[in-house]
């Protein structure tokens, strides 16, 4: 019982949630507009997706010093995609790890250090557009936008400063948990010792500029890809691509993204992304019917494009070949 309760309690709260979030819309009005997408956004959506792929691949190939071949660490960030869409709070990013260490000749501390600048500097990246759609649309009224834009910059600042002392901050770490005599504790040091090489040999070879532009890449391609998504499933129901608004729809996904990355114990963070897309677009101007559907919609889709692709990359990646060059 104690093997299954995590999930009982993940099961109980992903029905707990779409119960409720469905019985505040028409169902037949969900599916006349799953049949109404529009498939030339929906192209559009898979395509740029895949842009940010490509920009997400070339940043860990730069960061891990061209170590690895780019078609490879385009499958494995496909895989990474998968994960990170299937484990709570974010998990998923270690499967990057894992697999580039298993199917290229990198180390686990080179592959922790580009997973932790990776991660840092998509922060830093969404800065610049969260204080631009704070600017341009404001907190919808919830949250007063001087806050929302303080909050962005002092994310940035707090990102940065987190690449800048990781590799001390490791060494410390390292230097406290050591033991004489093996063990995890040693093992756990090592792992430690190599990552802070790691990290500070990125530095030294000051790409910083290149990875920021990348990053910035990766966001505008990211959230550029739902923006097409919403589109594909607003479009039918009368909204232009004027009218919905980029910067709008940019909020509302980082809101669903934020609920997503929380240690919520959602299968797949089923229902609680819906719940939190539902709540932010519906702030946001939308009303609550239209904010619910597409809700479910775009998580829906998403995650099937990116099961797909992941899915394949996966059983390309763990080919006995997969990583030559």
């Known amino acids: 019982m104690r093997r299954w309760r995590p999930w009982l309690v993940s099961l109980t709260l992903t029905i707990g949630i779409f119960a409720y979030l469905f019985s505040q819309i028409d169902s037949a009005e969900l599916v006349r507009t799953a049949r109404g997408l529009r498939r030339d956004y929906l192209a559009g959506f898979v395509a ?18 061209r170590s690895a071949t780019l078609r490879t660490l385009v499958a494995i960030t496909l895989a990474r995609n998968l994960f990170v869409d299937l484990l709570p ?7 990057y790890v894992y697999l580039l260490a298993r199917r290229t000749g990198c180390t686990v501390e080179d592959g922790l250090a580009s997973l932790v600048l990776a991660v840092l500097f998509d ?3 969404l800065t610049p557009l969260l204080v631009l759609a704070v600017a341009v649309v404001g907190g919808g009224g919830a949250v007063p936008a ?5 909050l962005s910059v002092g994310l940035a600042a707090v990102a940065y400063t987190a690449m800048r002392v990781a590799a001390p901050v490791a060494l410390f770490v390292a230097n406290r948990v050591d033991t004489p005599g093996g063990g995890w504790r040693a093992r756990t040091s090592g792992w430690l010792r190599g990552t802070a090489r790691a990290l500070r040999a990125a530095w030294a070879r000051r790409i ?3 990875v920021m532009l990348l990053s910035l890449g990766v966001r505008l391609c990211k959230f550029g890809s739902y923006y097409l998504l919403v589109l594909s499933i607003m479009a039918p129901l009368g909204y232009t691509a004027a009218g919905l608004g980029f910067f709008r729809v940019f909020l509302g996904v980082v809101s669903a993204e934020l609920a997503a990355a929380l240690p919520i114990p959602a299968i797949a963070s ?3 992304y819906e719940a939190a897309w539902a709540f932010s677009f519906s702030k946001l101007g939308f009303t609550a ?7 479910i919609l775009a998580h829906a889709v998403s995650q099937l494009v990116e099961y797909t692709l992941g899915g394949a990359a996966l059983a390309y ?3 006995p070949e997969a990583g030559r060059p």
């Open 48 to 65: 740029v997706l895949l842009m940010g792929v490509g920009f997400r691949a070339v940043r860990f190939w730069v960061l891990l010093g």
């Open 89 to 95: 709070a974010r998990l998923g990013e270690l499967s």
């Open 123 to 125: 922060v830093v990246a």
């Open 146 to 150: 001087g806050w929302l834009a303080a």
């Open 208 to 210: 910083f500029g290149t």
């Open 270 to 272: 089923f229902g609680t």
């Open 289 to 295: 019917e239209h904010a619910i559907v597409t809700g």
């Open 317 to 319: 990646v763990m080919r």
